[in-house]
């Protein structure tokens, strides 16, 4: 499941920085391996819901063995559609398989009257949330970017000014997120004062200077890539990071359900779980992006519209600012989903026709196929295993 997770879901962290030639693919991979397994070993949870998300009334499993035969299922499930995904290569949302693959199992077993369908809502809810969320807000930066810097009268002095503002500006959201999904603080406020108000100062001011001296005032748009193309690494290791820390959590949540039902019988709703099942999880996302990433990479990166570095840096900035305000809100929002709808808003800023609509076709199919595929497929996997054990 981590390696499918690595394979799918994690690619996307890098997609944008390879499409806009930031860095190669076999750069990406090494970089997003490192770092995903960074994020899940030393900053994923110590604490895990063995029902994820409340998509399971608690109260009606009693059996420790259909905890067991559920997640398995839930987990195989989740990692063939996956792989499957991957083959064709689209982008989808690993905890959406994981949410079908659980009530797959969960109505073989009770019914219908299991499922906390309040959070099924939820679920639909991102899946026209988040790609919409976005769209909107790539469009809107991209657009405000593109005026405060490119269609100035002098470009190069506009780029001294703004390019620094707009770099400072997505440190803002970057440590403010790293407090919240890296380091899972609570508190909002908290997380902007220290962390990321005092990172946007110092990236702006860094920013700044390295303009100052190092600036090519011959061609202004050569250098505002040149600036974009070394802060969109950044923001995409960033973004593998914090999905290491945060996505984790889908890979190994069955799997400590399993030991902790062997190790302490049914054990509750939270489990801990120990540091070999997360550098497990964090070594399996890292072999699944440097093996089989390049799919998801290609078509997130390259297929849908063309990107260049401030477009690439621009989806990065959206998307952390999307999934950082619906965490505070409490939406129910997907990471995938949120990046690809950031790419599409960038493709309709230059106009409908830069966007390959077909494309954009098969990757929305996917994802509303997700929940149902995963669920039916867990659905069979769990009854065979109640059979067969």
């Known amino acids: 499941m981590a390696w499918a997770i690595g394979a799918n879901d994690a690619a996307n962290s890098m997609s944008t920085a390879v499409g806009a ?22 900053f994923g949870k110590s604490v895990t819901e063995t029902i994820r998300k409340g998509i399971l009334d608690p109260t009606m499993i009693t059996d420790p063995n259909v905890l067991v035969y559920g997640s398995v299922a839930a987990l195989l499930a989740a990692t063939i559609w996956l792989i499957i995904a991957t083959k064709f290569g689209l982008p989808v949302s690993t905890t959406h398989s994981i949410i079908g693959g659980i009530a797959g199992y969960g109505i073989v077993y009770a019914g219908t009257a299991i499922v906390n369908w309040g959070k099924m809502g939820q679920v639909v809810l991102s899946w026209i949330l988040s790609p919409i969320i976005g769209a909107i807000m790539a469009y809107f930066i991209f657009k405000a970017l593109t005026k ?112 902790a039902v062997a190790t302490m019988g049914l054990g509750g709703l939270l489990v801990p779980v120990p540091k070999w099942i997360l550098a497990m999880g964090g070594l399996g996302i890292a072999v699944g992006v440097a093996t089989y990433g390049y799919k998801v990479m290609e078509t997130v990166g390259k297929k849908i519209t063309e990107l260049t570095n401030t477009r690439g840096f621009t989806i990065d900035f959206s998307a952390a600012t999307v999934v950082l305000v619906a965490s505070w809100l409490g939406l129910p929002i997907s990471t995938t989903h949120t990046v690809v709808g950031a790419v599409i808003g960038i493709g309709l800023a230059r106009g409908v026709k830069a966007i390959n609509k077909n494309i954009v076709r098969d990757i929305i199919i996917s994802w509303f196929v997700t929940v149902p595929v995963a669920g039916l497929i867990s659905a069979a996997i769990f009854k065979f295993l109640m059979i067969v054990g």
Do not use: C
């Open 21 to 42: 030639k930031a860095i190669t693919p076999k750069q990406a991979v090494i970089i997003a391996g490192v770092l995903e397994f960074a994020g899940a070993y030393f």
């Open 148 to 259: 405060s810097i490119f269609e100035r009268k002098d470009p190069v002095r506009s780029a001294r000014i703004w390019s620094p503002f707009w770099i400072g500006l997505a440190f803002v959201v970057i440590g403010t997120m790293f407090y919240i999904k890296v380091l899972h603080g609570k508190d909002l406020k908290t997380g902007v004062l220290m962390y990321g108000i005092p990172l946007g100062i110092i990236v702006f001011l860094i920013t700044y200077l390295l303009i100052k001296l190092r600036f090519p005032s011959s061609d202004p748009f050569i250098g505002v890539e040149a600036i974009f193309r070394k802060v969109q690494v950044i923001t995409s290791g960033y973004v593998a990071l914090a999905h290491g820390a945060n996505d984790v959590a889908n890979a190994i949540g069955p799997v400590a359900a399993v030991y």
